[in-house]
């Protein structure tokens, strides 16, 4: 539930704010929660109508990747930001 609720709005939100006092805590957990939810039924209903031909078993494994996915991005860009910042 966490990983289809909270973790790729999370980690999109880390990509978009890359620095912690960009916004308030609030609003980022609950941009992620939105963000998520977004995220999860566009992942589903391009699924289901075959617009991707993927079994709907691999949800779970699709939003798993694109967690990852924006981790990374997000890591980089909040390291990028912080280096910028030190010079």
Do not use: C, Q, W
Not at 2 to 16: D, W
Request: hydrophobic share 55%.
């Amino acid at each position: 539930m966490l990983l289809a609720l909270f973790l790729p709005g999370y980690t999109f939100m880390a990509v978009v704010y890359p620095l912690e006092n960009d916004i308030g805590s609030y609003k980022r957990i609950f941009g992620s929660i939105l963000v998520s939810l977004f995220l999860t039924i566009i992942l589903i209903l391009l699924t289901r109508y075959k617009i991707l031909v993927i079994e709907s078993i691999k949800h779970i494994l699709i939003i798993a990747i694109l967690t990852i996915v924006l981790s990374v991005a997000g890591f980089y860009r909040s390291y990028k930001f912080k280096n910028s910042e030190s010079h």
